[in-house]
């Protein structure tokens, strides 16, 4: 499920910058510089998939105490990065002016059409490397990725861009940000948990033991109960929220201390 939120909330993101530098250059009567801006989000899409591609490359060619070390850095890193994204959307709200002000600087610049390319692929890219290192993370975290689950939610953030852009449409973005700002906070803190466990795996960090393990025993055939955080049930919650049957109390504390520090400077931020 977090890969839906994570996925949902970056499409939305770029559909919200690309619909705004659209609207604003029909409204300026730059035609011309349409192209540029349509050349720009494709660009920026390729890329994306490329870099994906070598991102994956490069993670998988670290293996035993190195790949531990190398999981571990990227879980904090990403976490990082979610949590900077949050509280940097929450402080923010004239997202829609800075752009409108960056499309002007570009087309008052002798070469505009090269200025309004670069300012959709800037904008659609970084929006794609965090959504692939966010996606790496839960995959990381969970042990596996729903491309189901995925598509729906880059489809649901198209969706609502359309429905504001093109069918004119009140969406509640302020809700719809504040929801999934609460649970990304989660999300953020389960990575960031989770980075801290690869790095005690590392030996990197001591590892002191479990302080507790609520984890139900394996089923007969193998495999795990619902409950388990390797189960249905408990694979959701350990996506959604970092919930862990057997977690350290370095694990506990830094979860605990992550959602705390983010929802403090979340909601100061707002």
Known sequence: MAELIIVFREVLEATLIVGILYTFLKQTNQDESLTKLWQGVLVALAASIVGSFLFQQFA????????K????????????VLGTVIVWMAKN??????LKGKAEQALSSNK???GIFLLA???VFREGIETILFLYGVMM????????L???GAAMGIGVGYLIFVQGKKVPLKTFFNVSSILLIFVAAGMFAYGIHELESAGIIPDYGRIWDINPPKLPDGSYPLMHDKGYVGSLLKGLFGYNG???LIELLSWFLCVCGLGFLWKKAS
């Open 246 to 248: 057997d977690p350290s």
């Open 141 to 148: 975290k969970q042990g596996g990725l729903s491309i189901s």
């Open 150 to 152: 995925s598509l729906l």
């Open 93 to 98: 709200k004239n997202i829609a002016e800075d």
């Open 121 to 123: 692929f800037i904008s």
């Open 112 to 114: 505009v059409g090269l």
């Open 69 to 80: 070390l190398f999981e571990g850095i990227v879980m904090i890193v990403a976490a990082g």
């Open 60 to 67: 998988g060619g670290f293996t035993g105490q190195a790949g």
